[in-house]
């Protein structure tokens, strides 16, 4: 089944703890935490003094998304901070492959990221070693944009290369998805499906997660589309 992944980002941070509270009372088993610098992208966001805070109040999955240029820098930071995962951006690194080592060597799983521009296939050499692959539905930097509808493409192809590949690795997506579009990425080959405004956005978070997550587990994976 999917899993619905909701994005910190879009919480009120002076209430973090208890945006936190609600969605893993409500089932969560992972949050997604943005991380960006200004530069990989045009908006800053939070960093490692609020991860380790988010760590201490809560042990479900840490999924850290790296929006920062040379993200090699600061991955065993993060780790130690408490990230559970991390992936990086593709387009922020020479180096692909000694990142998702590096990552594996501080002990957290190592995911890549793609931007809406960016092909899904530059991802196809490192499929056996990554443990999850973003693919960007919304161009990153900021919560709330629309759903960048070929992106729907990019999951299929990934799901494609991933079985040629004999690849475990899960097929993230991230970006302008709530309850009109959330079906529709599982049946296109979502595994890990993150949601900022369509959860933190609503009056009610909790109940907004669950919605989700239902209709995100309330049919089967579809094999052919
Ligand atoms: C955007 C971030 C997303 C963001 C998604 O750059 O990577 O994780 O929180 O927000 P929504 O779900 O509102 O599009
Ligand atoms: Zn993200």
Same mark, same amino acid.
């Given at each position: 089944?999917?899993?619905?992944?909701?994005?910190?980002?879009?919480?009120?941070?002076?209430? %973090?703890?208890?945006?936190?509270?609600?969605?893993?009372?409500?089932?969560? $088993?992972? %949050?997604?935490?943005?991380?960006?610098?200004?530069?990989?992208?045009?908006?800053?966001?939070?960093?490692?003094?609020?991860?380790?805070?988010?760590?201490?109040?809560?042990?479900? &999955?840490?999924?850290?998304?790296?929006?920062?240029?040379?993200?090699?820098?600061?991955?065993?930071?993060?780790?130690?901070?408490?990230?559970?995962?991390?992936?990086?951006?593709?387009?922020?690194?020479?180096? &692909?492959? $000694?990142?998702?080592?590096?990552?594996?060597?501080?002990?957290?799983?190592?995911?890549?990221?793609?931007?809406?521009?960016?092909?899904?296939?530059?991802?196809?050499?490192?499929?056996?070693?990554?443990?999850?692959?973003?693919?960007?539905?919304?161009?990153?930097?900021?919560?709330?944009?629309?759903?960048?509808?070929?992106?729907?493409?990019? =999951?299929?192809?990934?799901?494609?290369?991933?079985?040629?590949?004999?690849?475990?690795?899960?097929? @993230?997506?991230?970006?302008?998805?709530?309850?009109?579009?959330?079906?529709?990425?599982?049946?296109?080959?979502?595994? %890990?499906?993150?949601?900022?405004?369509?959860?933190?956005?609503?009056?009610?978070?909790?109940?907004?997660?669950?919605?989700?997550? @239902? =209709?995100?587990?309330?049919?089967?994976?579809?094999?052919?589309?």
């Amino acid at each position: 089944m999917a899993e619905v992944i909701p994005s910190l980002l879009s919480a009120d941070f002076a209430n %973090l703890g208890s945006g936190i509270e609600q969605v893993v009372s409500a089932g969560a $088993r992972t %949050l997604h935490f943005d991380v960006m610098d200004g530069r990989f992208v045009p908006n800053i966001s939070i960093g490692i003094p609020v991860l380790r805070s988010v760590r201490k109040i809560t042990q479900v &999955t840490i999924d850290v998304h790296l929006m920062i240029v040379e993200p090699e820098k600061y991955v065993e930071a993060f780790v130690e901070a408490g990230a559970d995962w991390i992936s990086f951006h593709y387009e922020a690194t020479a180096h &692909t492959d $000694r990142l998702i080592q590096q990552i594996h060597n501080a002990g957290a799983k190592a995911g890549v990221v793609v931007n809406p521009g960016t092909p899904v296939s530059v991802v196809k050499p490192v499929l056996s070693v990554v443990d999850h692959v973003l693919v960007m539905s919304v161009n990153p930097g900021f919560g709330g944009q629309s759903f960048i509808r070929y992106s729907l493409d990019k =999951l299929l192809e990934l799901k494609e290369l991933k079985a040629k590949a004999g690849s475990g690795a899960l097929s @993230e997506i991230d970006g302008g998805i709530g309850p009109e579009n959330v079906e529709l990425v599982v049946k296109y080959g979502a595994d %890990l499906i993150v949601a900022g405004s369509s959860i933190f956005g609503q009056q009610e978070p909790a109940r907004a997660f669950q919605r989700l997550q @239902e =209709l995100a587990g309330s049919k089967p994976i579809m094999e052919d589309v």
